[in-house]
């Protein structure tokens, strides 16, 4: 039996079988964990720790906690700046008259002509003189250009699919010239930029813990029991 498992036995062993509709699965105690034989020089972090465990086994919270203090939300602005320089390379690389639905389209039609693609990458033609060319490259004037505007446009739709342009989703596949749909991005990103923010993890671990509670209980009914708890958790989990 590991340290873990002989302090879960510990708090339920303590519970009364016509009173387990009112269990609440608690941080242990000091008490608990000297006698579940814990040997730590700061029981408060060691409780979080304990206390976090067994609730991600219960899929309440998404991690082990290990300290008194934790990111309550973290900076994006990080990737707010990647976003910015992979739309300025968007606008560079790409003609003019593009639209944010012509981009959107620019990675499938390569895909659809791999061929044609690798015969440009393999060649390095100067010119399309005396090429026969698909539709969607007459937008490009030379090969080379085609080319950079290949590379960058592998990723336009992973750039879409970034949850931090969420508020610039209805513009993704509209007829709006790039230089404008970056011009329109830059400062909405600007806007939601934000820096690390820290908080009690005690806090945290409750919080999350009742958030996941009112989702169990929308379907299995506010006096849930262990056992019907149990049917929401995966074999590897009850073992």
């Given at each position: 039996m590991t340290e873990y498992h002989h302090?879960?036995?510990?708090?339920?062993?303590?519970i009364n079988k016509d009173d387990y509709k009112k269990?609440?699965?608690?941080?242990?105690?000091?008490?608990?964990?000297?006698?579940?034989?814990?040997?730590?020089?700061?029981?408060?972090i060691s409780s979080i720790t304990i206390h976090s465990s067994i609730l991600k086994t219960l899929g309440l919270v998404d991690k082990v906690y290990r300290s008194k203090e934790c990111v309550i939300r973290y900076s994006?602005?990080?990737?707010?700046?990647?976003?910015?320089k992979d739309l300025n390379a968007f606008v560079k690389f790409f003609p003019k008259n593009y639209t944010t639905e012509k981009a959107w389209n620019f990675n499938?039609?390569?895909?659809k002509h791999p061929n044609f693609v690798q015969m440009v990458k393999d060649t390095q033609p100067k010119s399309w003189k005396g090429m026969i060319i698909p539709t969607f490259v007459k937008d490009f004037k030379t090969p080379n250009s085609f080319l950079k505007a290949e590379k960058y446009g592998r990723s336009w739709q992973?750039?879409?699919?970034?949850?931090?342009?969420?508020?610039?989703?209805?513009f993704f596949c509209c007829s709006m010239p790039l230089d404008c749909f970056r011009n329109r991005a830059?400062?909405?990103?600007?806007?939601?930029?934000?820096?690390s923010v820290k908080g009690h993890t005690q806090t945290v671990i409750w919080e999350t813990a009742y958030k996941r509670q009112m989702k169990i209980?929308?379907?299995?009914g506010k006096n849930f029991t262990?056992?019907?708890?149990?049917?929401?958790?995966?074999?590897s989990t009850l073992d």
């Open positions: 302090l879960w036995y510990i708090i339920f062993m303590q269990v609440i699965i608690r941080k242990p105690t000091d008490n608990e964990q000297r006698a579940a034989k814990i040997v730590t020089s700061d029981y408060a994006n602005k990080k990737e707010i700046s990647s976003s910015k499938e039609n390569c895909q992973g750039i879409c699919d970034r949850d931090i342009l969420d508020g610039m989703s209805e830059v400062p909405y990103l600007d806007s939601i930029a934000c820096d209980e929308e379907e299995l262990p056992k019907m708890m149990s049917f929401l958790l995966t074999p």
